[in-house]
């Protein structure tokens, strides 16, 4: 009967921690509740950038990327909204990212994407594009205002 060397113990122990670890990550990922953004059929109305409320606390807001600018500009909201965006491109492809929402979307022409965001505190949320798009690309921003008036 062999008797495991100190050194091996070690590695033995080691790759059983990094086991655990690896278990324990997909298990807490598999728990969140991890929206991906939809992919929905494409269609011209889409192209028409605006911001709707369908009621006091949900909007949708229609966002169209181009050559170098987000439509619209600025999106004004109270506080406790839900936001629907549906981004799309009117030319190359863009990428649509509120880096404080964890929303990573690309805007491609052709192709709505959608995904649903929840805006619970006051405050200035940067949208930038995050895919190359020509010389412009570092200036193609817009932003969500977040107002303190709250929905009850």
Partial sequence: MSTL??????VIGITGGVLALFIFSILYAMGRNNELPACLPYDKAYLEPKVLQL???????Y??????????????IPAGSEVDFFVTSKDVVHGF???????????????????????EK??????????????????????????EVSIK
């Avoid at 009621?55 to 807001?61: A, H, I, R």
């Avoid at 050559?67 to 999106?75: G, K, L, R």
């Avoid at 190359?132 to 690309?137: F, I, K, L, T």
Wanted: charged content about 20%; proline content about 4%.
């Fill in 5 to 10: 060397d100190p050194s091996e113990k070690k």
């Fill in 55 to 61: 009621d006091e606390k949900t909007f949708q807001v």
């Fill in 63 to 76: 966002a169209v990327a181009q050559m170098w600018q987000f439509q619209p500009y600025q999106i004004n």
């Fill in 97 to 119: 990212n509120i880096s404080e929402k964890n929303v990573n979307l690309t805007a491609i022409y052709g192709n709505i994407n959608k995904t649903t965001v929840k805006f």
């Fill in 122 to 147: 006051p405050g200035i949320y940067k949208i930038t594009c995050h895919e190359y798009c020509g010389v412009g690309h570092q200036a193609m921003q817009a932003e969500v205002i977040v107002n």
